[in-house]
């Protein structure tokens, strides 16, 4: 159902969130614009954003757009300042960012990074001369022929539309999340892109079909469709995330791939988009709440196999004989925008992490949370704890100068301080 507060049941033609899918749209509409030689992907972002500004200017001024597609500028990420509702917000959202802190050197290390696709979407806008939204319904809703997709709240309410839901406690039911989306500021790193399954299938055809749409209309070239596919960076602690990323896509090193695709998670909706090139295989699942990783198994490891040949290996799981370390390298406090994380080790060697929600996490309700972590092989450990039915893998990156992990990486790199 849409919402356990109306009862609406969902159809195939009803529309949710796609969440951070969303990036591969950025990046497709910025590698339009490199087609038709607006864009040079190599290029400083400040070649097109002069006003571009983060803490460290030196990084500022040397961020490429291939570094910002690949997340690996270096910034602070997980920024979601709300700049208002107005065709203006991501425009004034990237004004926000001159505090933002430098992690590490650009083009140095993989950290997923929001903020960065917020950026790349100020640039499509200066460069089209337009907002983020009607670069999308312009460039790529129509020429692709969606009916059933949305920029936000206002053109999804057309639709038979989802509600997120979220649980209030470890165990409690989920029920309709308090609102429906992120801030607009952040749509193009994807706090609002909203359709159905078969629209989103549609987007992911076109990549499949060399940069054409079902009825033959050119979106993309071949040369920017191959580019996005190719490997920029390998992923630290690859387990549900991807292996590797490219240029907005992920890349999954799985067998009988290779497979691209991305994930999204807005407030109670979760989205899943694996495509398989030189095959004609693409599966989108999207979801408004419950355990949406289980299902994701479940589905894509039967259809890509029966479809495709592909065979998804398994979510990660505890060791059962879990091998004591030494925790002197990884013991510290790590911190981000939106978490605090204490590394302790006890008397009897065990590791735990204590999470302390900051920023937006904290605004949203998240709690204190301690989980033990368990060592699975070299600087990479699990959580005792699951989130939404997984393990999510941990490691510890660099060296501090002192024989300390600098970073401790799930996906974003969050820095010892």
Not at 306 to 335: F, H, I, K, M, N
Request: aromatic share 8%; hydrophobic share 45%; proline share 6%.
């Amino acid at each position: 159902m849409l919402s356990k507060a109306t009862g609406v049941e969902a159809t195939t033609d009803s529309v949710f969130q796609i969440g951070s899918v969303t990036k591969v749209w950025t990046v497709t509409l910025l590698m339009q614009l490199a087609d038709e030689g607006l864009l040079d992907v190599d290029a400083p972002v400040r070649r097109y954003l002069p006003e571009f500004v983060i803490a460290d200017e030196a990084a500022a001024a040397a961020i490429t757009v291939r570094q910002l597609m690949s997340h690996t500028a270096g910034f602070e990420g997980d920024i979601f300042t709300d700049t208002g509702r107005g065709d203006d917000c991501v425009e004034k959202y990237v004004a926000t960012l001159g505090g933002t802190a430098q992690l590490f050197p650009p083009g140095e290390l993989f950290s997923y990074n929001n903020a960065g696709y917020c950026v790349l979407g100020r640039i499509a806008e200066v460069l089209r001369g337009k907002p983020y939204d009607d670069c999308v319904r312009e460039h790529l809703f129509a020429p692709l022929g969606l009916v059933h997709a949305a920029n936000g709240p206002y053109e999804a309410i057309l639709h038979r539309a989802a509600v997120g839901h979220v649980q209030p406690g470890p165990d409690a039911d989920p029920v309709p999340a308090p609102v429906w989306a992120l801030a607009r500021s952040n749509a193009p790193a994807g706090s609002m892109l909203t359709m159905s399954a078969r629209s989103l299938v549609a987007f992911a055809q076109m990549h499949l079909n060399g940069g054409r749409a079902a009825d033959g209309t050119v979106v993309l070239s071949e040369a920017s469709v191959a580019a996005m596919q190719q490997r920029q960076v390998d992923v630290p602690c690859a387990g549900l995330m991807g292996d590797a990323w490219g240029l907005g896509w992920e890349l999954f090193d799985w067998a009988g791939g290779p497979v691209v695709g991305h994930d999204g998670n807005t407030i109670g909706q979760a989205s899943f988009l694996r495509v398989v090139p030189g095959t004609d295989v693409a599966v989108a699942l999207l979801t408004n709440g419950g355990n949406p990783f289980a299902l994701y198994a479940e589905i894509f490891r039967h259809v890509l196999r029966e479809l495709a040949g592909v065979e998804l290996p398994e979510l990660p799981v505890l060791p059962s004989r879990p091998q004591q370390v030494d925790g002197a390298r990884y013991v510290g406090t790590y911190a981000s925008e939106v978490n605090e994380l204490t590394v302790s080790q006890d008397a009897d060697g065990r590791l735990w992490m204590d999470l302390v929600p900051l920023g937006l996490m904290a605004e949203l309700g998240g709690q204190p949370e301690r989980t033990e972590l368990v060592h699975l092989h070299g600087d990479i450990f699990l959580p005792t704890q699951a989130q939404l039915g997984i393990h999510l893998p941990h490691a510890f990156v660099g060296d501090d100068g002192a024989g300390n992990a600098m970073y401790v990486h799930s996906g974003r790199a969050t820095r010892r301080v």
